[in-house]
């Protein structure tokens, strides 16, 4: 079952009773609620109840009562549940306007793409090895987050500063990312693996197989930080991380670290279906930057276009689709406090 939780920290602000059920609206006083302690950190909760084909909201029924035990002497837990596409980005924005010290997200990386932005794949939680186990989350969040890689060792008690990615696609709508944002068959793949939620991780293969039907790589103009453009030759996908992995497992970007302050960019050129037959163990082992159609760029902005557009060119960011190119990204290093 995918089902873990991210959690934003937000910064500090005079404490507030935050209260929140399944309404239209937070609800929110000032201390108005004698049962709500004054010195505990407002904690809350937002649930997409169906995130792992509707696993998440049964779940976490189930895991509530523990949940209560073991923070609430520590916080006022405030549990949100989504009913919409965007539901989570107003509860989040309100929660944070009203004082809440933390949001945390639970459900599949869509969940936390829209905070600020985990379903099926739950990739970015692999990013910070994250085991598939609520219960180890609730008391990572009690102890403050310690079992993470010595490269994301907390700094502040229980926060870490991590990065978020900026993509503007042809709307000019501008999206927020924290985990991979990536263009041409990847995301086309993953357009289509959104109709097949239903059968698991299987839906990526079947959003692959759907990709290829038609495609064709293409010749596209790339520009990094701000410099010249390239043209790059048929190439098949561009991925842009800030985590490591995507597609349920595959660790596409492995350099890539959302506390650096920079994204990492491969790019694949003239790949077959066959090559994705043959390579696909490494795709998912993190190996396939040594092979020679594969290029690795360390950048703080990439603009991509095609060479002669035809607006079919397919962006998406944590797995959701954002329309077509061209698409510019963007690093806002040490965005925001995280724990998990």
């Known amino acids: 079952m995918a089902f873990r939780f991210a959690t934003a920290a937000a910064m500090p602000k005079p404490c507030l009773s935050i209260r929140a059920n399944q309404s239209s609206s937070l609800d929110v006083s000032d201390l108005a609620d004698d049962h709500v302690s004054r010195s505990k950190k407002n904690f809350v909760f937002i649930i997409n109840p169906k995130g792992a084909n509707g696993r998440t909201g049964k779940e976490w029924k189930k895991l509530l009562p523990h949940l209560r035990t073991r923070l609430g002497g520590h916080c006022n837990i405030c549990e949100y549940i989504t009913s919409a596409p965007s539901h989570g980005v107003d509860i989040t924005r309100e929660a944070i306007r009203e004082g809440a010290d933390a949001v945390i997200a639970v459900g599949g990386d869509g969940t936390l793409h829209e905070l600020i932005p985990l379903g099926t794949g739950s990739d970015f939680a692999r990013t910070f090895r994250w085991r598939n186990d609520p219960h180890e989350a609730i008391e990572r969040i ?199």
């Open 142 to 340: 009690k102890r403050g987050g310690s079992a993470y890689p010595t490269s994301f060792k907390l700094h502040l008690g229980f926060k870490s500063k991590i990065d978020v990615g900026i993509i503007t696609a042809h709307t000019g709508e501008q999206h927020f990312f924290i985990n991979v944002a990536d263009i041409h068959l990847s995301a086309k793949a993953g357009y289509y693996a959104s109709k097949y939620k239903g059968f698991g991780n299987l839906c990526y293969v079947f959003g692959a197989l759907r990709a290829f039907i038609g495609h064709e790589n293409r010749n596209l103009k790339v520009k990094i930080n701000g410099g010249d453009w390239e043209v790059f030759h048929k190439v098949t996908a561009i991925c842009i991380g800030n985590g490591k992995y995507f597609g349920g497992g595959m660790k596409i970007t492995p350099t890539a670290d959302p506390s650096n302050g920079k994204l990492e960019v491969v790019i694949l050129q003239d790949f077959k279906w066959y090559d994705f037959v043959l390579k696909l163990h490494k795709l998912y082992s993190g190996s396939h930057l040594s092979e020679k159609n594969v290029c690795l760029r360390s950048v703080k902005s990439i603009e991509v276009v095609e060479e002669m557009s035809k607006g079919d060119i397919y962006v998406q960011s944590d797995g959701e689709h954002l329309g077509f190119l061209p698409a510019h990204c963007s690093i806002l290093p040490a965005a925001i406090n995280f724990f998990c």
